[in-house]
Every structure is written in C-alpha cells, then in structure tokens.
C-alpha cells in the first residue's frame, strides 16, 4: 500500500520541488512546504522529518533522508531521497537532476500504464474460465448423488452424499480463492495514476 | 404472469440474507450514483485543466498579468471549469487573489487543479517565470490525463465483461443445468445444493464487483453497488432454477 501511495505521489512531488527550487526556494523550506501536506504518504514522512529537526532528536538532514531511504518502498522515492541526499553531503545541482528524473519517471509511468492495460487484457478471460468452469464441473458432481440414485445407482457405487458434498463445498472454496488471487493481479500491478 | 411472480418472490421469504442484500443493495445503490456523477464532473474539469493553463501560458508570455490573464480565460473557456473560474473571480473582488485560487481550487473537488494552485500560488510568492511553469504543468497534466482516459477506454469493457458474466450469465447457466436435470417437481431434494450455489454466486459476485473496480481504479465507488450485484446473483440462480425446474 505504501509503494502505491509513493508511486502516485512522487512526480508531483518532483514537480513542486522544481518549482520550488527554481524560484530560489531553499531545500529544507522545500521539504517543509510538501511536508504541510497534499503529498499524501510523502508529505507525512517529509513532516516528520522537520518534525524530529524542528525537536533536535535528529543527526541533521543528511541522516534523516538516508534513514528515509531505508523506508522507502518505490524506487522512484528512493532515487528522490538519494539525490536530495547527494545535495545535502555534496552540493549537487538537484534542479537539474529532479528534472531529469521527472522526465524518466514520466515515461516510467507511461510505460506501467501501458504494461498494466496489456496485463490486464487476459484477466477477464482467465477469470471467466476459473469461475465458469469450475462451478459447471462442480454443480453436475454435486447433483450426482440424485441422478444416480433408485436404479442408476446400481450400476455404479458412489461415494456418500455427506463425502459429495464436502468435495463440492472445498472445490468452490478454492475457486472463489483462485478468482480472488487472479483479481488481485489488478491491485499488485496498479501503476498508481 | 403476476401470480406467478408473486409466487416466485414468495420463495423468496425463507432467504433471510438474500432478502436483507436485496433491501440493503437497493439502499446502497442510491449511494452509488452520487459517486459517478461526481467522478464525471471532476474527469471533465481535469480534461479542461491543461488547456486552461496552456492559454494561460501563452497570455502571461504575452505580457499579461496572472489575475488578467485569468479573467480572460474565465470568459472563454468552455464546461465547468470555466464556469466555476469565472465564479470565483467574480466573487474575489472583495479578497485577495491568493484566496480566489484557494477557492476555485476547493470548488473543483479536484486534486490535479488543487495541486496546480498551489503550485501557481508558490510561483508568485517567489516570483517564478510563470509562462514556463504553466507550460510544463499543461504539459504534465495533459500526458496524465491521456494516460487516464486511456485506462477507463480500455479497461471499461473488460469490468463489464467480468460483471455480467460472473453476476448474471453463470448464475443463469447453472440454474438452467440444475433446473434441467434435476427439477423439484420431479422429487430431487436439492434445497442445501441451492443454498451453498447462491452462496457461491454471491460471493462470486462481490469479487467480480471489486476486480471490475480495482481494474478502473475506484474500488471504493463499486463498493456502492456490490450488494446489489450480489443478491441480484443470488435472486437470479434461485429464481431461474425454480422457473425452470418448478
């Protein structure tokens, strides 16, 4: 949940950044500005880190970014904590290199997106066989014991009802299981628009 | 026709759950509706956004003022979001503009135009070139929304696909195999094999309902209309198996 929510935050993040830091906006006046919020998961952990600045219980910015790095679950937030983090030690020129980095997490996102449609494209089919076959197959071994019953069942013996049943009841168990991790292919892969 | 589907709902009286999904389906199907027409209003404002800050781009380029330029495209701008630009700067005659931005941005209801804002608000403060910045910004958001729309396109057909198969062409193919082969007029005793199906389709149904709106990135909104959808399943095997089996 919280990759999605960094993934769905981060360029807009970028972009503030930008505009930010171009218009002579200091890093740390920057972060406090995403850490007042509107960045979702990004702007609480930005205002916790003004937070712990703000108390002094922090080692200073440096350690606080490196120690977010840690956090981080999406490789785009973690890239834009490890060239803030170069701007702290190093001094770099962070303007050039968010926007280099917003451009390619453009297209990074352009492509999930498409990748995420393509993927999708066989889940209705996949989840159509599952969930239509499985139940056909189940409601004739299900209806078994009263077809063949009376003089049917002569010709064959059947297992007892009581066994039937049980079989029927964990065989539509698992297909509702089997649906539900085929559907959850469509949260997983969210590309987080 | 009508005794008989007097008769038929009247079956219906031994389900304790089906008829408290259908009661509570309908109920939450009203809640339903407020969602979708927010999202069409909010997706048609965001649709307009880039071209709002295109024009603005180029009018601020031109020499324009911010504010000017925004009143200029209040009077042109076509839908909602020109509408409610106009709104907005028609009542900020007696505030200041930072605090118009601040409202048309909470008018909206949208994230995107609420995040543009402040951003556009940030660039005054610093005085930021703010051609540039608005051109960017109708740049991204462009980009976003085409990405957006390219999603619900194509991915539209495919939820309803799940839905109608999962909640209404299995119950059906099911009842009929059932009805068929082992009709309750001819002595099959098959009550708890009714049961334990409808169950199975109800459920069925609720995670068509929640893939179908995972896929289209609004899980909450389909949430609304899951008891409908389930015990329109439920009521839809029950009563075909008892129309076709007696």
Redesign the interface.
């Given at each position: 949940m919280r990759k999605l929510d960094e993934q769905r935050e981060v360029l807009y993040v970028i972009r503030t950044l930008d505009v930010l830091m171009s218009s002579g906006v200091g890093l740390e006046a920057a972060i406090h500005t995403i850490g007042s919020g509107g960045y979702g998961i990004i702007s609480e952990d930005f205002s916790g880190i003004m937070t712990r600045l703000q108390k002094g219980s922090s080692r200073g910015l440096g350690s606080e970014l490196k120690s977010m790095m840690n956090k981080a679950g999406s490789e785009g937030y973690r890239r834009l904590l490890n060239t803030m983090y170069t701007n702290v030690t190093q001094n770099t020129d962070i303007i050039e290199t968010i926007r280099k980095q917003g451009a390619r997490m453009e297209n990074e996102r352009s492509e999930s997106v498409t990748k995420y449609i393509e993927e999708l494209g066989s889940v209705p089919e996949t989840l159509l066989s599952i969930g239509m076959i499985g139940p056909i197959i189940l409601a004739i071994a299900g209806l078994i014991p009263q077809l063949m019953s009376g003089e049917m069942g002569a010709f064959m013996k059947l297992p007892p009802t009581a066994t039937i049943n049980i079989v029927v009841n964990v065989g539509l168990a698992l297909t509702l299981f089997g649906m539900f991790m085929i559907g959850l292919k469509a949260h997983t892969k969210d590309p987080g628009l | 026709m009508i005794f008989m589907i007097y008769g038929l709902i009247e079956t219906f009286n031994e389900n304790l759950l089906l008829l408290v999904l259908l009661v509570f389906g309908i109920a939450s199907a009203a809640g339903g509706v407020p969602p979708m027409l927010e999202r069409k209003r909010r997706r048609s404002i965001e649709n307009t956004l880039p071209s709002l800050l295109e024009s603005l781009s180029d009018s601020v380029g031109a020499g324009r003022g911010i504010q000017e330029a925004m009143m200029e495209q209040s009077r042109t701008l076509p839908g909602v979001l020109g509408q409610l630009l106009k709104e907005t700067l028609e009542e900020s005659h007696s505030s200041s503009f930072d605090a118009a931005l601040a409202a048309f941005a909470a008018k909206t209801r949208s994230s995107q135009v609420?995040?543009v804002m402040?951003?556009i608000e940030?660039?005054i403060e610093?005085?930021?070139?703010l051609q540039g910045?608005l051109s960017?910004?109708a740049m991204?958001y462009e980009?976003?929304n085409d990405?957006?729309n390219?999603?619900e396109e194509?991915?539209l057909g495919?939820g309803i696909?799940?839905v109608l198969?999962?909640s209404i062409?299995?119950p059906v193919?099911?009842a009929f195999?059932?009805g068929l082969?082992?009709p309750a007029n001819k002595g099959?005793?098959?009550d708890?094999?009714n049961v334990?199906?409808s169950l199975?389709f109800g459920?069925?149904s609720a995670?068509?309902i929640?893939?179908s709106g995972?896929?289209l990135?609004r899980?909450k909104d389909a949430l609304w209309w899951m008891p409908g959808w389930v015990a329109l399943s439920m009521g839809l095997y029950l009563g075909a198996v008892i129309m076709i089996g007696g």
């Open positions: - | 609420q995040r402040v951003l940030t660039a610093q005085d930021a070139p910045i960017d910004l991204d980009r976003l990405l957006m390219k999603r194509e991915l495919k696909l799940i198969f999962i062409g299995l193919l099911i195999i059932v082969f082992t099959f005793q098959i708890s094999f334990t199906f199975f459920a069925a995670i068509a929640g893939v995972r896929m990135g899980f």
